[in-house]
């Protein structure tokens, strides 16, 4: 049960609203994915392992204590262990500071990578450490500054292989509430872009951040008084609000080179607002980062001889 | 059935979620009042005449066409018939210029007093034309600004009896979406206050616009991690979107004298946040304001010669 085509371990990424999971060989590639709509926040402290042998059953035959490595909102308070945070300046990822959550099922040993708290300005993160932690793995002499683009974007800077500082901007959320739940809703569309929208607003939330709110209402009158196409108005949104952001985070960006995590819609605009506002861009996929941080993770496992040993037996 | 006691025309305040309505008096006293949920969100066009003659009918007795004078989001165009916008620099409410609707039950006779729209700022307003046109009608030389507290904030620069222009802002909204959708809903209370917190972040808002976005998930940050209450979490939000506000109306407040409508808590927290800025307030009842613009534009009916007719036939 210990050749290439079996599971030697299994990473996880569980979010508060995804799982997903990857069966790993012993020189990490991987062997076969799955996901679930089982996240973080919709389950009970019970629910986290049938829901998680939901996903991975299939993969762990007869073996017994597979190594489970898992990162994201699983180890938060509301989760199925809690994974106290490790403070900022600090590696992404540390030697033997994994939380260990005893599990019913002897087939599976699961493995939770604690988030990182910073305390001034006080910020917090779960997840993100072990996208950068694949990045460092990738590039150990990585140096500068990391946009994690998502409903809560974060920027992060990496010196000296250690996350030293970051930021987080729940401009994500925003989008989503204004878009959907608020007046707005009426005025913005679910799709389309205009891409001159985007731009004016990132202009001129920049210029003017103190304006927002003010220029948030604007789209809904607008639309009511010289007919703002809905995907205008989406544009227009997204422009003010990450206009915001950008305001913000400009010690993070201004005239950097800045690794985007991403390749989705969300951080394509993040590159171009970016490049609009003359820092440059390199982009990375965040799944093979994430892979790259569990990685990580879990070679600290797989060279533990306990871990060696409970393979072995399986 | 024209004496002192019976109902002369009905005012009506109809808006998003709550309908009001009061039987006044050929003199504008106020012979009874009553209110229901029946507001305009929740109305498709034929709701609305059930749902106004569920609130008056017993007013009405068998009156004939008694005018019913009607301000708000009932003469938007979700509302029961829309009411064009006129356009500012406008007098709050102008003659001749109601919209009216036909009602099938005979007692009653429907008038709209439309909104008002701005082109450039584009904004638009329903309901607070009414409450300026009775600030008015109590004090014809009033010059200056008013500001409007709600869940869509208004700023208004009066001048020659004229709406010369406005702005709105989400405020409220944002912080309803926030508190109680976002992630921070698990961070602040219901209610509860902290004064400091709420200054300091309001004076945060207003200096540093641009630190909105990550400020706001702190709030987050720091309950998990330094077990930041939730009065002081609720405080602090409130802080930072009244601040943005702030900054972003500091041309209508600035060293002046704003009236401010509005007696509920909300409004003592304009109130204070604007004399914590220098400004001076003036505090007005809203529904004085209101009937008082109702009033003001049930003169016009009532000096007309049909509608005299019309209730003296009833």
Same mark, same amino acid.
Not at 241 to 245: M, V
């Given at each position: 049960m210990s050749d290439a085509f079996s599971t030697r371990w299994v990473g996880v990424d569980w979010g508060t609203s995804r799982l997903r999971a990857w069966a790993m060989t012993a020189d990490g590639a991987v062997l076969a994915r799955s996901a679930s709509n089982s996240g973080m926040g919709g389950l009970s402290r019970s629910d986290f392992e049938p829901a998680l042998l939901a996903l991975i059953g299939p993969w762990l035959a007869d073996n017994k204590n597979i190594p489970v490595v898992c990162c994201g909102m699983v180890g938060s308070r509301q989760g199925w262990v809690e994974a106290p945070y490790r403070v900022a300046p600090t590696f992404p990822i540390a030697a033997g500071q994994l939380t260990?959550?005893?599990?019913q099922d002897?087939?599976?040993?699961?493995h939770i990578i604690p988030g990182i708290a910073q305390h001034e300005p006080a910020d917090v993160m779960r997840g993100e450490e072990t996208q950068i932690a694949g990045l460092l793995a990738g590039d150990p002499d990585f140096s500068g500054v990391v946009c994690l683009p998502g409903t809560h974007t974060k920027w992060v800077r990496i010196k000296d292989k250690k996350i030293c500082m970051f930021s987080t901007y729940l401009t994500g959320e925003l989008f989503s509430l204004l878009a959907e739940k608020s007046v707005l809703r009426h005025s913005v569309g679910a799709g389309g872009w205009d891409g001159q929208a985007f731009r004016d607003a990132l202009e001129s939330s920049i210029a003017e951040p103190e304006k927002v709110a003010?220029? &948030?209402?604007s789209i809904r009158a607008q639309s009511l008084i010289s007919d703002l196409s809905r995907m205008e108005a989406r544009a227009r949104l997204s422009g003010l &609000?990450?206009? &915001?952001?950008l305001g913000g985070s400009k010690a993070y960006w201004d005239g950097r080179n800045v690794a985007v995590l991403g390749t989705d819609a969300l951080a394509h605009i993040y590159h171009e607002a970016l490049k609009l506002q003359g820092a440059t861009c390199t982009g990375y996929d965040v799944e093979a980062m994430t892979l790259a941080g569990l990685r990580s993770a879990a070679s600290q496992l797989l060279n533990a001889p306990y871990a060696l040993e409970a393979a072995r037996d399986g």
């Open positions: 260990y959550v005893e599990a002897q087939r599976i040993s699961i003010e220029h &948030l209402f &609000l990450i206009g &915001l952001e």
